[in-house]
Nanobody
Framework: QVQLVESGGGLVQAGGSLRLSCATS????????MGWFRQAPGKEREFVAA????????YYAISVKGRFTISRDNPKNTVYLQMNSLKPEDTAVYYC?????????????????????WGQGTQVTVSS
């Protein structure tokens, strides 16, 4: 089992920044690729970003590319999502997820079904 706990959400004005953290425990963190997803009210959960186990590979949704940065600190068992230039449409509950699958050119890990473990989510609200 892997336990995931997100933090860092909150209320921010459009154009502002937030950094989300996802602390993990239970298994060897460096074995897992990690992803961030988000879910707005009335919408399906959607992919935001993914990072490989070694942090050498990342992948972003087009809607956040250039504004968001995913990173990880393996000794701290934590993955981060730095969110800059936030927009009202970024408002959602943000979830981190873990998978033993490998992030690669042929497998971008953008599907929720590719992940084995999920956190409880943290709310991000961007006001206009």
């Amino acid at each position: 089992q892997v336990q995931l706990v997100e933090s860092g959400g909150g209320l921010v004005q459009a154009g502002g920044s937030l950094r989300l953290s996802c602390a993990t425990s239970g298994r060897t963190f460096s074995n897992y690729a990690m992803g961030w997803f988000r879910q707005a009210p009335g919408k399906e959960r959607e992919f935001v970003a993914a990072i490989g186990w070694s942090a050498g590979s990342t992948y972003y949704a087009i809607s956040v590319k250039g504004r968001f940065t995913i990173s990880r600190d393996n000794p701290k068992n934590t993955v981060y999502l730095q969110m800059n230039s936030l927009k009202p449409e970024d408002t959602a509950v943000y979830y981190c997820a873990a998978t033993l699958r490998t992030l690669s050119y042929s497998s971008r890990l953008t599907n929720t079904r590719q992940y084995d473990y999920w956190g409880q989510g943290t709310q991000v609200t961007v006001s206009s």
